[in-house]
């Protein structure tokens, strides 16, 4: 179990009556496409296939999750199950002595344990996208760990492809990327992000390219480092050589490629050879504007928030 804020496996757990479900569901629907990690029932079918539910679901509502949001109704106060998640989130919320579970009722019915005078809101005068909403502003903005959206239509945008095949095309190697970066070590995935990041985009979409003496000021490493650190992830798709624009200053220029080694025959001809454009891009757009510490911040986490406009403006200003 994890508990720092960003690190849970949820931002929300949904605990509610199945009366309540259409509801619930739109507001679920809202928040995932919002980029919202939320534990709804129907989403999880083939996790908790085989699962012991009164053990994992303590869980869930205890520890997996930053919020809690109870939907209180009749029918919720008398089912086995809800008030099982009920005791778990409110033990959570007693341990954790703060504020985690977030009451959202239906009608007056008394819940053991909640006190009416707990503020909560009322699902007769809320539409579920606004109350979706309204859940993401309380959790406020933050970074995430190894995200990636769902849509990501600003890389689409960037990319300017429109074509629905060569977006989903797009989508899969964009996905085998954020894999590579994945299995990297810190040292090489920073290294890869200031190529990417400060690369000459004159021979894209074959190469990024930038001045080793650059990347060495950069990143305050010799020459040699960032050679052996390259060499080390050949593995994953990247090729790179070395060339000696102007041999008599000793001017010389880093050249890197990057191939998605999992690119089947399937694929449209733009997954095929622009594979490099789009991690650069990827990344590109990840970083957007900020200082390099902060951009450093964002791909260690691996967040891609900003690939999605659904997303990106719920980061965390570092």
């Not at 009749?74 to 977030?102: C, D, F, I, P």
Request: proline share 4%; hydrophobic share 40%; aromatic share 10%.
């Amino acid at each position: 179990m994890t508990s720092q804020r960003g690190e849970r496996d949820y931002d929300v757990c949904l605990s509610f009556a199945g009366e309540q479900r259409d509801y619930v569901e739109r507001v679920a629907a809202s928040l995932k496409k919002a980029g919202i990690r939320v534990f709804y029932d129907d989403y999880e079918k083939v996790a908790l296939w085989g699962k012991d539910l009164y053990e994992h679901l303590d869980y869930i509502y205890g520890k997996s999750a930053e919020y809690c949001i109870l939907f209180a109704s009749e029918e919720y106060s008398k089912k086995v199950w809800t008030n099982h998640e009920r005791r778990s989130a409110q033990a959570r919320a007693l341990m954790g002595h703060a504020e985690y579970v977030l009451p959202v009722r239906f009608d007056d019915t008394e819940i053991p344990g909640l006190r009416t005078t707990v503020g909560y809101l009322n699902a007769q005068s809320i539409e579920p996208a606004s109350l979706a909403q309204m859940i993401a502003e309380k959790l406020g903005p933050r970074m995430r760990k190894n995200f990636f959206p769902p849509n990501p239509d600003l890389l689409f945008e960037a990319l300017s492809i429109t074509d629905e095949q060569d977006c989903e095309d797009a989508l899969s190697v964009a996905r085998a990327f954020m894999g590579v970066l994945q299995r990297m070590t810190p040292e090489e995935r920073e290294l890869v992000a200031c190529l990417f990041c400060s690369y000459c985009p004159s021979e894209l979409p074959g190469n990024v390219h930038q001045s080793m003496d650059l990347i060495h000021r950069l990143m305050g490493w010799p020459p040699q480092q960032i050679i052996d650190t390259l060499r080390g992830i050949r593995s994953l798709g990247f090729a790179h050589e070395v060339r000696h624009e102007d041999e008599s200053h000793g001017d010389s220029v880093l050249v890197c490629q990057w191939n998605d080694m999992s690119v089947d025959s399937g694929l449209t001809d733009f997954a095929m050879i622009n594979s490099t454009w789009l991690a650069a891009t990827m990344i590109e757009l990840a970083v957007g504007h900020y200082c390099e510490d902060c951009a450093t911040k964002f791909i260690e986490a691996l967040d891609f928030s900003r690939l999605s406009s659904a997303t990106m403006e719920t980061r965390e200003q570092a």
